[in-house]
């Protein structure tokens, strides 16, 4: 059974059909519209490029945002202009085929568990580290979405309590400190005096030996394990996957960031310590795991709360 998955970005939707292996068959891009009726419009137009060459029995879209407990409507997503609407029947109306959502944290932790770094695991969380941090737990094949679809927000975890202030309205949350965003913020107060910096400069710099950028990252490893320290105290995840721009430099801060990890979590030293690894599919890890979605929305029909 092929079915396409589509990651549905801010800047473009990028659409795959994907077979029962998690291989990816063939592509599609198309830019991301302003309005919500030019965006499904677009969505609808790259998968029928796909549709038109491959037999395709469902589709999956992977979002950025808020999506209903029954995976059916887009709640609110701040990169895209969906605000309550039933994306998921729009377009399977115009599609002719059955149409899921997913949160790409979600979609891309279940293509992790199933074809990744994290296959065979029970429980499996995720951090993607990006420009913030966004997070997914998968426990026995199943996604964890809490009671209302939004869980979980490993992101907004509060690690530094009256820290640096984060747009969600809190300060101190775990992103601000470990992600691409806080390590250009960290190496600018350590000292660093490029007038405009972003994580991409500091990693490459560090990886050139720059003292001010490896001071940065260790930073960034030392919260990167004090956060899974959190993470594995809730949810004992056997493997945690990291995933996002910022796991390109995981060999700049992942061994440390482990040994971080295991001198905080509770009973350290007296348990079992998570797997730490990096993520095997990457970018295309949403539509991989949206396109799983789907199938598995085909084959077991809707899921029923």
């Known amino acids: 059974m092929l079915t396409i998955g589509v990651d549905v970005g801010g800047t473009s939707a990028r659409a795959a059909v994907v077979d029962e292996h998690g291989q990816i068959l063939q592509t599609h891009r198309v830019p991301t519209p302003k309005t919500g009726a030019e965006l499904n419009s677009a969505i609808a137009d790259t998968v029928r490029v796909l549709t038109d060459r491959y037999p395709v029995d469902g589709v999956g879209l992977a979002v950025a945002g808020f999506v209903s407990e029954d995976l059916r409507m887009v709640r609110f997503a701040p990169h895209l202009p969906w605000r309550h609407v039933a994306v998921a029947d729009e377009l399977s109306h115009r599609l002719g085929l059955p149409v899921v959502l997913e949160h790409d944290a ?53 690690l530094v309590p009256g820290g640096r202030e984060c747009p969600c309205g809190k300060r101190g949350c775990w992103e601000r400190y470990c992600s691409g965003t806080a390590l250009a913020a960290t190496a600018a107060e350590l000292g660093w ?3 405009v910096t972003t994580g991409v400069d500091v990693a490459r710099a560090a990886d050139a030996g720059d003292e001010v950028a490896l001071r940065a990252m260790s930073e960034l490893a030392r919260w990167l394990g004090e956060g899974l320290a959190l993470v594995a105290d809730v949810y004992d995840p056997e493997v945690v996957v990291i995933s996002g721009g910022v796991s390109d430099s995981a060999h700049l801060f992942l061994d440390e960031a482990r040994e971080h990890y295991a001198a905080a979590v509770t009973g350290a030293g007296h348990r079992p310590l998570a797997r730490v690894r990096v993520a095997h599919h990457g970018d295309p890890a949403a539509m991989i795991g949206a396109a799983a979605i789907a199938r598995q929305h085909v084959l077991t029909g809707p899921r029923v709360r």
């Open 193 to 195: 005096t490029s007038p």
């Open 106 to 158: 979600n979609a891309a932790a279940v293509a992790e568990q199933r074809f990744g770094a994290a296959v065979g695991a029970r429980v499996a969380a995720l951090v993607a580290i990006g420009t913030g941090i966004g997070g997914a737990l998968v426990i026995n094949g199943e996604v964890f979405r809490g009671a209302f679809g939004v869980a979980p927000e490993l992101g907004h975890l509060r």
